[in-house]
Every structure is written in C-alpha cells, then in structure tokens.
C-alpha cells in the first residue's frame, strides 16, 4: 500500500482541527442560548383525579401529567405552585403572579382573564343518583325542586345556580361528602364531571351504587389556561398540544388516571403462561393417552356389549308391551295409509287373519262417509303433530261395523319417511253401556213421569174423604158431651192436619220433581214480604214467649227478585222450624246482607238446641226430621226439601250453621235483579 503525500496529511489535519472548533463553539453557543424556561402553574391543592398531592407534597394527577408531557415537548419546565381553592388559583393567574392554570374548564365567565389553549379532553358535566333510586329524568327541565349536591368552586355549582335555578342546590366541600349524601339519603342527586366522579366511586368501590341519569347538563372543554395577552406562550402550548392529544402517550396518561388498573394478567403474559401449559398438557396427554388409549378401548367394547344387550332388552319389553296392550297399536304409512305394524288387540276384533290385515290400508276398513273427518285429523296431524281423540268406525271383515276410539302421532324417520303410530281403542262395550245408561234414565223419568200423574190425580182422592173425617171430627169436639170424648176429637183433628199437611207437602214435592211448578218471578220489596210472614209466625211465638228481632225492616228500599207465594212459603218454613225447634223465653233474628253480583242473602237465626253434626248431614233428606220424630214436635221431614228445590229453582241457593246446644242459622241467597241471560 502506498502511504499519502505530506502535503494532504497536513490538508486533513487543518480540516479536522477547524471541525473540531466550530463544533466546539457551537455547543457552547447552544448551551447559552438553552436555558431551561420557568413557567410558573397555579393548581388547586385537591381536586382529584385532576390535581392533588401525594404524600410527599409532590403535585399528581392526571392534569399535571398532561402538562408536564406539553412542557417537554414545548421545551420548558413547570413550577406548580398549589392553591387551597379554585378562587384562590384564579386570583393568582388574575394579578398576573403566574404565567398559567394547567387544566381548566373552558367557561366563557372565564375569558376575561384567560386565554384558552386547544382542548385535550372534553369533561360531561352529569347528574348522578343512586342506582336502585326511581327517579326518572328524561330531560334537564325535570330538575325542578329536585335536592341537588353540587361540590364548591367546581362549575357545576355555577351552572346549576345560573340555569337550574329552580333545583335546590346543597354545597359541599369533596366529592365525598356529596356521595356519603347522596347514598345516605339527605339529597337526591349531585352534579359532577363524569368521567371523575366514575374514578372517584371506584376508588371508594361504590360505582355500583350510583348511576348517570338524563343528558349531561353541559359539555366543557378541557384547556389550559394562559394568562391573558401571552400570545407567544399560547402558541407554544397549542403546538404542543397537537403533537400529544394524538401520541400513545397521551392514551397511557388518560388511561391511567380514568380506567381501571390494568390487571395483572396482560395478554402478553397469559399467552406466555398459555403456552407453556399447553406445553405441558401435551406431554401429560401423551403420556396419558400412551398409557390409558388400550384400557379405554377395552372399555369401549364393554360398553358397545352392555348397550347392545340393554337396548336388546328394551326392544323385548317394548315388544312385550305392544303384543299383550290391552288397546289395539297400529304403525300406518304417511303417504299410503298401509299397516305396517299391528298387535293382537286390534287384530282381534276384525276377522282378519294378520296376514290379511297388514295387506290392508286404513282407508280399506274406514266407512266411506268419515272420509270428510279424516281429512279433519289428518290435516291436525300435520299442523300438531298428534290427531285425537276421535271416534270413528271399523268395518269388520263380514262388513259388520264396530265403534272405535282412536289417538296419534307422526313419527318422523331419519331416512325422511312419514309414519303414524296410533293407539285404537275397541268402545263397543262401552257405547252398549252407554245404551243401557240412556233407556236406563228414559225409565226413570218414565216412572216419575207416572208417579205425579198418579199423585195429582188422587189429590182430589184424598183430599175429600179427608176434609169430611176432619169435619165431622170438629163437630164432634165442639158437642162433646164430656171431657173424654173431647180430647179423643181433638186427637183426631190433629192427626187429620197432620195427615193434610203430609199429603200437601208430598204434593208439592211431587209437583217440583216432575216441573209443573209455574213460577211468576218478579221484583218484591223485601220488607214487606217478611212483615207478611211475621204477621202470620207472630202468634205462635208468642204462645212460646220467644222474641223475633227483625232487622230487615229498617230498610225498605231492598227488593229481591223472587215468586212472591213461593218465597213466602220459605220464609214461613224457616220460620216455623226457627220457632218449633227454639226454647222457651227464646230469640229468631232475621238479618240480610247485600254481596257481590246483585244477591241478597237473608239468614234467620234461633237460639235452639242446635244440630250434631250426624243430623245436619241429612238435613235435606225427604221425611228426616233431625231427631225430633218423638219429641213432640209436630212435622213432616219435608219442608226443608222442599225449601231447598223451589229456591234453587229461583235462581237462589240456601245453607246453614249449627252448633250443638248454641242454636242454629239458615240462610238463602236470591238475586236483587233480574239475571242476564247468557
């Protein structure tokens, strides 16, 4: 290699030396021409998550990490000088002691003394209540009387004292006091930027407990505040503003200060630890599978045996039970209506061998004149897929019929086939009861027919011979000549109204049971009706001193809709037997009460022996007399049936209490109003 001449070795060394000085100059230039700029930031000392103090005094929050990346971009540093209000950071900026407010609302009662930087976040001025809370605010005009929390020198408390004057505005001095009050119950909801109010809540794990309602009240833009006139350092500050709202680094300080913590397992990690455990449970299932692959085939093929054999069985019970049901089981085709599948029970009453029937379809043994009916099930087989239960019949071979009863479903195949399983009941048996049952009651009602023809043709029979034995038997006790002759006259006089009374009521029985009982129903006034019937039941209770309490006549606009002879017969009854079966020197009262559905019940009650509980079981059986048949007592064992059928036919009902040795209640239900008809 050859060396250079001396006269370029000395031309490099000149060149370097004259490289060296002006670099040397230079930096030393810029270092006197850098100075780090000062600017002076006033803050509130506690305004969390925007401004606030850690313990060593330190300025943190997310408004000073904002600033602090705007400073290192615009080149200078940031003097923080805290404030304990927000009054007193704007008096500060106001008499010019600083140069700037970090992070500020951009409010226009602020623009006499600031000028605004662009914005880098937007703050939701919201009202928040409690979250099980029912207050609904679907517009900010419905805050009307509402209790508002506002927190001092935040804007929230202007706006709500500037535009929602008519909200009762309550000041506090944290957030924590107005969310204690809110959960506490002393106000109804609060006013506060959002996204910090989120923060707030979460830190004091109470965001579940209050939610955002209605439209933000406004909508702030978040800036920095310069003071007023410094042009220069505005625009300083907006350039640098538009190189961080649109960095990583802005997303990371925002995401720090109003998101959640990020958690421990990032994506990065998990799918680290994913890994390696995916490593491992490949090796642990080689291994496994190395080790258990032969006996899991083993028991596999035990399995495939077991089930064979179990579905082996299944098929025989299966089998067993469609053989020996005791109804006829068919498996149709769809589309052709071919047997595919009979038992016995339908097998039988046919006449068919089983080689004969399954050559048949349903339509071969179906009646010409149900074809309309079997297109009616058929076309609900479709729609539901199940048809019954429906009666039909079967013709047997012969051509004689049968009734049957039947019952479906469609089954659909894997290979796309339609097929019916049907359940065919053989109702012969039945529809012969049902025969027997209809000339059974056609006998019956024959028999009773016949029963009050002859009661109401011998009425007159009876009623004649009757009346001359009672006639003569009255004369013969008004001339008797001695005291013998009479009480014998007057024995038979009563046996003869006895005797009167029973052939009367047995009468009206007769008549209600066969429906010749003609009703005339219209409206009455109850009062009146019952005044009838006391006029008549009086002597008689008077002979026994009992005392009638009537509590009905009061009231004489009540009116029942009744048959006013008939219902007058009832009350009668219920009257007597209240009196008959009472004790001497005792009550009857009669009360009524209106219920729903225009029905007046009226109850009469004694102060009787009462009834057991073996007597009142057959209280309305014909000729029972509740165990006075040797009492004295004069009756029949009839008036309470009868009571009973000319009520109901009345369109009323009638029911009783009883207590033993505590007297009785008998009570009946008429309508008040002429029923509408269905």
Not at 601 to 622: A, N
Request: negative net charge.
């Amino acid at each position: 290699m050859k060396f250079l001449p001396k006269k370029c070795f000395f031309f490099v060394a000149a060149v370097l030396c004259l490289f060296s000085v002006t670099v040397i100059g230079v930096y030393a230039e810029n270092k006197q021409n850098n100075q780090v700029i000062i600017i002076k930031a006033a803050i509130p000392s506690s305004f969390p998550p925007y401004y606030q103090l850690d313990e060593h005094g330190k300025p943190v929050g997310f408004s000073i990490e904002i600033m602090n990346a705007i400073a290192r971009r615009s080149g200078f540093e940031i003097d923080y000088q805290p404030k304990e209000s927000w009054q007193e950071v704007f008096d500060v900026i106001r008499a010019g002691e600083v140069d700037l407010i970090p992070d500020v609302g951009a409010t226009s009662d602020r623009e006499d003394f600031l000028d605004f930087s662009l914005p880098f976040a937007t703050l939701n001025l919201s009202v928040f209540t409690r979250s099980d809370s029912k207050l609904n605010i679907r517009n900010n005009s419905q805050l009307t009387g509402i209790k508002i929390g506002v927190v001092k020198a935040n804007y929230g408390s202007r706006i709500i004292a500037k535009d929602y004057k008519l909200a009762i505005a309550i000041q506090f001095d944290s957030f924590e006091q107005v969310l204690f009050a809110l959960l506490s119950g002393q106000i109804d909801a609060f006013v506060y930027p959002e996204s910090a109010a989120w923060k707030l809540a979460t830190q004091a794990q109470q965001q579940r407990s209050i939610k955002v309602i209605g439209e933000p009240l406004v909508e702030v833009k978040r800036v920095a505040g310069v003071h007023k006139g410094d042009i220069k350092l505005l625009s300083t500050l907006n350039s640098s503003i538009k190189q961080l709202v649109s960095s990583e680094e802005y997303q990371i300080i925002y995401n720090k200060w109003f998101s959640e913590k990020p958690p421990f397992w990032t994506l990065q990690i998990i799918s680290w630890v994913f890994a390696g455990i995916l490593l491992l449970l490949i090796f642990i299932f080689g291994m496994w599978r190395y080790h258990t692959i032969v006996s899991l085939k083993k028991k596999l093929d035990e399995m495939v045996v077991e089930r064979t054999q179990a579905l082996s069985e299944s098929e025989a019970r299966l089998r067993g039970l469609f053989e020996l049901s005791p109804f006829g089981i068919a498996l149709n085709d769809y589309s052709t209506g071919d047997f595919l599948e009979i038992n016995n029970a339908l097998l039988a009453p046919t006449g068919y061998t089983r080689e004969e029937f399954v050559k048949l379809s349903y339509w071969d043994i179906t009646p010409e004149e149900y074809k309309d009916q079997e297109a009616q099930q058929l076309a609900a087989l479709d729609k539901s897929g199940r048809y019954g239960p429906y009666e039909k019949e079967y013709i047997r071979k012969d051509g004689s019929r049968y009734p049957v009863l039947l019952n479906g479903i469609i089954l659909n195949e894997p290979s796309g086939d339609k097929l019916i399983w049907s359940i065919v009941q053989d109702i012969s048996d039945r529809k012969q009861f049902e025969a027997s049952l209809i000339a059974a009651k056609n006998e019956a009602e024959h028999a009773n027919r016949a029963k009050s023809e002859f009661l109401s043709s011998m009425s007159h029979e009876l009623r004649t011979p009757l009346n001359a034995i009672m006639g003569f038997s009255q004369l013969l006790e008004i001339n008797a000549v001695d005291d013998v002759t009479k009480d014998n006259a007057k024995e038979i006089v009563d046996a003869g109204n006895y005797l009167l009374e029973l052939i009367n009521q047995v009468l009206d029985l007769s008549k209600i049971e066969s429906g010749h009982v003609p009703l005339l129903i219209s409206s009455y006034n109850l009062s009146d009706l019952v005044n009838n019937c006391l006029s008549i039941i009086n002597p008689i209770a008077d002979s026994r001193s009992i005392t009638i309490f009537n509590n009905v006549e009061p009231f004489r606009s009540v009116s029942v809709y009744v048959d006013k002879s008939r219902f007058k017969q009832i009350l009668l009854n219920l009257l007597s037997n209240a009196i008959k079966y009472n004790i001497d020197n005792g009550s009857v009262t009669i009360d009524y009460l209106i219920k729903d559905n225009n029905i007046l019940q009226l109850s009469i009650s004694d102060t009787g022996k009462g009834l057991s509980l073996e007597q009142q079981s057959h209280l309305f059986e014909p000729f029972d007399r509740a165990g006075a048949e040797n009492s004295g007592i004069s009756g029949t064992g009839l008036g309470l049936v009868i009571t009973k059928d000319l009520i109901e036919k009345m369109g009323g009902t009638i029911g009783f209490k009883s207590e033993k040795n505590k007297g009785s209640c008998f009570w009946i239900q008429v309508p008040t109003l002429k029923p509408q008809k269905q």
